[in-house]
């Protein structure tokens, strides 16, 4: 099977940016130029992945995608509502979507506000971040939420070990990846404690082990941005370090477009996949989305697992064994989230995608929906309300070519690159 996780820049569109992308944005053409399309913004942007290409099996790439230049869909938004549009290029001022746009395109207000208290989410990623702390303080702070520091025992920050002194080695690009992470949970959860457990490398044995060190911390909802490709150890991985009943796992799908990577593909974890998320009046919702793809090599990950078994509540017929994903949200960089970040780079405000976005998003997600109960599987959840108003089904967009079309293609119901959909509060993903 192909490596699905190539890791390396990419571009949507032309390099049209500050007023000629700003023209072209408001006159509402979409994607392909055409007007009216399901993303009508159309911002011309461009990134790089925050993280190396991995070079060997076993190892994982964080699927961080940091806007370099362009006008943003907020921006957009902004130079829409007469305000100032800013750049994405100038980290001074936020350019992409912040905490109340994220509840209020998924229906997160009221529990956002109402619920999280004394849950804990934990993110976990490769290497140390040193400025994690002080850069969620800064998100935080910006946007209004409530403190969440190590003195009042809301962030921790621990090692694959459980220590919170031996620490591993700093990566800048993996520090963009945490600082992703950190916001886009409090951003769902504003009330959620964290906790960050950084694995010493980037291999799948010791982000798995980040894995179960985080649920014996008690941890109910844990967050991993990264993938790689599918092996023959996957089904042991599986066993060691996903299945934890009673916990909510959620992965990253994949950024490398159709295509299959592993963990997105256990059985045992909630799959995100990633898309375009925008503002339109025309809709109740007030939110439009479709299918993030940049082109047929980049996009949101879905397809057949080669190795993992089919778990016993996905029924869709085009795979024989793991379908992915099982549901999304914004991953598309040029719809991208707002994060603060300082190590490695200018200290200041950069816009994020890719589908390391959107699994933090869903596991805040959960756990504004509750604990859950002890022996569940919170990947069964949104099944159990598939086709309801409990979740924004994706019709349109493509993440690749595919021989059974609902595997890369949106379409009414299941399908591969959003699987049942996005939240449209917090239902879906209760037990």
Same mark, same amino acid.
């Given at each position: ?16 940016? &500050? ?22 913004? !159309? ?74 208290? /004394? @849950? ?23 946007? &209004?939420? +409530? ?5 009042? &025992? ?8 459980? =220590?919170?002194?031996?620490? $591993? ?6 520090? @963009? ?45 844990? !967050?991993? !941005? ?5 092996? +023959? ?18 992965? =990253?799908?994949?950024?490398? *477009?159709?295509?299959? @990577? ?10 995100? *996949? ?7 009046? +025309? ?6 989305? +479709? ?6 090599? @980049?996009?949101?990950?879905? /397809? ?12 869709? #017929? ?27 780079? #200018?200290? &200041? ?6 589908? =390391? ?20 599987? $919170? ?33 009414? *119901?299941?399908? *591969? ?5 996005? $939240? ?5 993903? #209760?037990?």
């Amino acid at each position: 099977m192909r490596d699905t996780h190539p890791r390396r820049w990419r571009r949507t569109g032309a390099a049209l940016l &500050g007023t000629a992308a700003l023209a072209l944005a408001l006159a509402g053409f979409g994607a392909a130029g055409q007007a009216g399309a399901a993303t009508p913004l !159309s911002p011309h942007v461009t990134w790089k992945s925050a993280c190396a290409t991995p070079t060997k099996a076993g190892e994982m790439g964080c699927d961080a995608k940091r806007v370099t230049s362009g006008t943003t869909a907020y921006a957009v938004q902004r130079a829409k509502a007469g305000h100032d549009a800013p750049d994405a290029a100038d980290a001074s001022t936020p350019s992409g979507y912040g905490p109340s746009d994220l509840q209020a395109a998924y229906g997160l207000t009221s529990a956002a506000a109402a619920n999280g208290a /004394g @849950e804990t989410i934990a993110i976990v990623d490769a290497y140390d971040d040193p400025n994690a702390a002080a850069d969620l303080a800064k998100y935080r702070t910006y946007y &209004g939420l +409530s403190a969440c520091t190590t003195a009042n &025992g809301c962030f921790k920050k621990v090692s694959q070990t459980g =220590s919170t002194t031996s620490l $591993p080695s700093a990566d800048a690009g993996w520090a @963009e990846e945490i600082s992703l992470d950190l916001d886009m949970a409090s951003a769902t959860c504003p009330h959620c404690n964290i906790l960050l457990v950084e694995a010493k490398s980037a291999t799948m044995a010791n982000l798995g082990t980040a894995v179960n060190e985080a649920v014996a911390l008690g941890a109910k909802y844990v !967050s991993n !941005s990264y993938g790689g490709s599918e092996s +023959s150890s996957d089904a042991t991985y599986d066993t060691k370090y996903f299945k934890h009943p009673g916990v909510a796992i959620t992965v =990253s799908a994949g950024d490398a *477009g159709y295509g299959a @990577e592993y963990p997105a593909a256990s059985q045992y974890v909630t799959s995100v *996949g990633g898309t375009a998320l925008s503002k339109a009046t +025309s809709t109740s919702r007030g939110w439009s989305e +479709s299918v993030w793809s940049t082109d047929s090599t @980049e996009g949101t990950g879905s /397809g057949c697992s080669a190795y993992d078994t089919k778990p016993a509540w996905q029924t869709d #017929t085009g795979c024989s064994k793991r379908t992915i994903a099982d549901v999304a949200a914004v991953a598309d960089p040029a719809t991208g989230v707002s994060v603060y970040d300082s190590y490695g780079i #200018t200290a &200041g405000w950069y816009t994020f995608g890719g589908t =390391s976005a959107s699994s933090p998003i869903i596991a805040g997600v959960y756990a504004l929906g509750g604990t859950p109960s002890s022996g569940s599987y $919170p990947a069964k959840f949104p099944y159990t309300k598939a086709g309801t108003s409990a979740l924004n089904d994706v019709t349109s967009g493509s993440d690749g070519s595919c021989s059974g079309s609902y595997l890369c293609t949106a379409g009414t *119901g299941y399908d *591969g690159p959003t699987g049942w959909g996005t $939240p449209q509060g917090v239902s879906a993903f #209760t037990g």
